[in-house]
């Protein structure tokens, strides 16, 4: 028996469409047998009945011209006001004040009935706003929370990413493609499922009581008043499979936009980066404070052109927020703090575009400068076998630590900056990848974070050591 349920449950999974038009075949039964019940079409149409009047409604003009001039209206009102919806959202995840400016509206706008809004807006403008401003009332809050939910998203993983890529010199659009609209993605089709169903009632809602001539509305207002019920029925159809075609289409246009990545990926391979030489790190008197709590004070460090420094501390001393001042993730509160304009950087935390291999996070910050084939022969001796053709998100954690590092050393910045690159690796890759970064260094400064001294000893490396603030 249990055997017997897993294979049910295996076809169930396997075939989700045919259990959508069994379910569907299974109300329109119902429908039937409803109306044979009741056995009176001015109470209930027949599925038959409604079908046939369908059948008589699309070869008249009328129909498509009512169908056409109510569906632009939605259609572009809807996607002008999810536009609207997402700048918003952009500006209130950017700026404070917007979003505490705009939290009164939008509860009025997610809270107010929308009968009400229609009559309102009637008395003010007439009927040519009512459908607008209705279907605007609807559409413009899911995507405004989309977008500003999606932004605080982007605060982990992806914000981290973004910062490592723009170190590298990968420029916006690249960035945009690689890392933020893939985070934004999930947030935005989530809305417009929501959105496009809401548009749709709102505005054939708005139509009925406005009456506009020649309308999908006037058509089903004027079925109420002849008492027109297969006539109802077939509009009311027309409008839920109309809704219904507007949202897949949607759907789908944003789901072309999921490879996003790899066209990030092809842009940079058809960049050359630019030719630049190593330049030093210098930090000097550099203090930070969290609020109060005082994390650097009076630190002093410089890594010239070749060298390499392993900055060890107990956790909590400040390594990684002397790291974030190199990438100019944080500003000092005193001192200065000199870096190259690129950088090849190794974040502490994982800062990988997730849906590409191994091989495409690092081309997109080497761009043409390796080939391919150098890239691919030199990365499938760094990394365990079977993993180079495999998105990122499908490796462990010591396999995405030696992608970072590949993509750091790839890189054409002017000095490298590793936070605790070498973190979780066991000692047999923690000495190739030694012995990588070493081979890849090309001159440059290397500043590496660690917190075992057989990690400067395999680099060759000059040991600096930071005091906790705590003691």
Not at 322 to 327: F, K, P, T, V
Not at 387 to 397: F, H, I, K, P
């Amino acid at each position: 028996m249990k055997h017997t349920a897993n294979k049910t449950d295996f076809k169930t999974e396997s075939n989700p469409k045919i259990g959508h038009v069994f379910a569907v075949l299974f109300w329109i039964a119902v429908w039937a047998l409803v109306a044979g019940g009741i056995g009176n079409p001015l109470l209930l149409a027949s599925p038959l009945e409604t079908l046939q009047t369908l059948a008589q409604a699309l070869v008249g003009d009328g129909f498509w011209r009512s169908v056409g001039q109510t569906t632009m209206r939605i259609v572009l009102t809807g996607l002008a006001s999810a536009l609207l919806g997402a700048l918003l959202g952009v500006a209130a995840a950017n700026w404070r004040f917007v979003q505490v400016l705009l939290a009164p509206v939008l509860q009025v706008m997610k809270s107010a009935p929308v009968g009400c809004v229609v009559v309102i807006v009637l008395v003010m403008s007439g009927s040519a706003g009512a459908l607008v401003a209705i279907v605007a009332f609807v559409t413009l809050p899911p995507m405004y929370v989309a977008v500003l939910e999606g932004s605080n998203a982007r605060a982990g993983q992806s914000r981290t990413c973004e910062q490592v890529l723009s170190c590298a010199g990968v420029g916006r659009v690249r960035i945009f493609l690689s890392c933020t609209w893939p985070t934004m993605l999930p947030f935005l089709l989530a809305a417009t499922k929501t959105a496009v169903g809401l548009s749709w009632k709102a505005g054939i809602t708005a139509e009925l009581l406005c009456v506009p001539l020649g309308s999908v509305g006037a058509a089903i207002y004027a079925s109420k008043l002849t008492l027109d019920m297969p006539s109802l029925l077939m509009w009311t159809v027309v409008v839920m499979t109309l809704g219904w075609v507007c949202e897949k289409v949607l759907l789908a246009l944003l789901g072309l936009t999921a490879n996003s990545p790899r066209l990030a990926v092809k842009m940079s391979c058809r960049r050359t980066p630019p030719r630049v030489s190593p330049d030093a790190l210098v930090f000097e008197d550099v203090a930070f404070a969290y609020r109060d709590a005082m994390v650097l004070e009076g630190v002093s460090l410089a890594v010239p052109p070749g060298e390499r420094v392993c900055l060890m501390a107990p956790t909590g001393a400040g390594k990684t927020t002397l790291i974030s001042l190199a990438m100019g993730e944080n500003r000092s509160q005193k001192g200065t703090v000199c870096t190259p304009a690129l950088l090849g950087v190794v974040a502490q935390t994982d800062a990988l575009v997730e849906v590409l291999t191994p091989l495409e996070n690092v081309q997109l910050v080497c761009g043409s400068e390796v080939s391919v084939d150098q890239l691919e022969q030199e990365m499938r001796a760094l990394l365990p076998a079977g993993t180079l053709d495999r998105a990122v998100s499908e490796l462990s954690g010591g396999t995405r630590r030696l992608v970072q590092i590949a993509r750091a050393l790839y890189s054409p910045g002017q000095a490298l900056v590793m936070d605790e690159p070498l973190t979780g690796l066991d000692v047999k890759t923690n000495k190739s990848a030694c012995a990588f970064i070493l081979s890849h260094q090309n001159g440059r400064p290397l500043l590496l974070t660690t917190h075992h001294a057989e990690d400067a000893q395999r680099l060759d490396a000059r040991v600096v050591t930071l005091e906790s603030r705590d003691e």
